[in-house]
């Protein structure tokens, strides 16, 4: 049996991982899968995985700590792998210099780091992220 490679917008859990947390013995010639669509996650951080500065990664970290503790769901995307998402992001943010992190919903700039700490400061990150 071939494996199938993922789609960024589904989440496959098998049956056993579904059963109430129970675990179910499972055949290893018989398996079954339950393919979900979740909601489409438009909410984007701008990140770079290759950097010197010390600040941006602190900052970067956390952006995702703190969206990781209230469960909101993101999809980080590195611009280091790829010119095309770094424009994108600079488009997005009106900026032609503008470094990350850097976050929007779809195609929405919600700010940048100092904005971000701004709403949290100010118990606005809901509507800092336009949901």
Known sequence: MQARKPCPNLLTLSAAATANQQ??????????WVTIKIADMPLKVYYSSVSSSLEMKKNQQLIFSVLDSKSILYESVDISQNVDDKNKMRKIAGNPTALPPQICNGDIYCGDFTAFENAIEMEQLEQFLKQ
């Open 23 to 32: 675990h179910i013995p499972t055949c290893r010639t018989f398996s079954v």
